[in-house]
């Protein structure tokens, strides 16, 4: 298996920033904190779908001891750190694989948080492959997200950014499953990228789409 827990991935974004990926681990609960209160409210909102200042001790211990199989994560950090030897969160990316009680072992919910600082400098495109291709490792085979949708408009979007997927639509909600594609762990993320799941979350992120509590549960389970 390559994302392991000694994993240890060096990159650069596009604008120079030296970046480290590994696996998300307990020891990173005060890292976590930290940078969740550098995010802009917007960006807090959009995780937690309400205003939030601050995660709970509870939240970090979920968000952050993680058994790497059915929950994982994978974050992203500064190398230069702030200059003192502090290490700096730009990223996470995490996947939760759906119950087995649900008939449903091959598929998980996945979210990608990208710090404000890191936007546009090709890290979310970075963080996506590498969480489709430990979910292939995992045989998890399809990633869910769950959007409100209230009017056409909605669906009109998701055609155009994922053409090839399946939906189902309960009580407003649209659930949305998007097959995983086959990715090298190692593969160089490309300058421009057509990948429906990307394209999705980068609309996400810019709040073109208006998640469900689906995705406040990838930050801090309710059940």
């Given at each position: ?5 000694d ?28 940078e ?8 807090r ?5 309400a ?5 709970t ?13 059915n ?37 998980a ?27 292939a ?40 499953d ?37 995705v ?7 059940s």
């Amino acid at each position: 298996m390559f994302f392991t827990p000694d994993y240890v991935e060096r990159a650069t974004l596009r604008d120079g920033t030296s970046v480290l990926l590994r696996l998300v681990c307990p020891e990173d609960k005060d890292l976590l904190r930290r940078e969740f209160e550098r995010w802009s409210p917007e960006s807090r909102y959009a995780r937690f779908l309400a205003p939030k200042q601050q995660l709970t001790d509870e939240e970090l211990d979920y968000l952050c001891n993680l058994d790497q199989i059915n929950h994982f994560a994978i974050g992203a950090i500064a190398e230069a750190g702030e200059g003192d030897g502090e290490p700096v969160g730009l990223g996470i990316a995490r996947f939760i694989r759906l119950p087995t009680q649900a008939l449903e072992p091959v598929t998980a919910e996945a979210a990608i948080a990208v710090a404000d600082a890191a936007h546009r400098k090709g890290l979310g495109r970075l963080l996506l492959m590498r969480l489709c291709a430990a979910a292939a490792e995992r045989e998890i085979e399809r990633f869910r997200c769950e959007v409100l949708v209230d009017n056409t408009s909605m669906q009109k979007l998701i055609d155009s950014i994922a053409p090839v997927h399946t939906t189902q639509t309960r009580h407003g909600i649209l659930e949305i499953d998007f097959a995983i594609d086959a990715v090298a762990p190692d593969a160089p993320p490309p300058e421009t990228s057509e990948n429906p799941l990307y394209k999705f979350f980068r609309a996400a992120a810019e709040n073109t789409v208006e998640w469900t509590d689906a995705v406040r549960k990838l930050w801090r389970r309710d059940s």
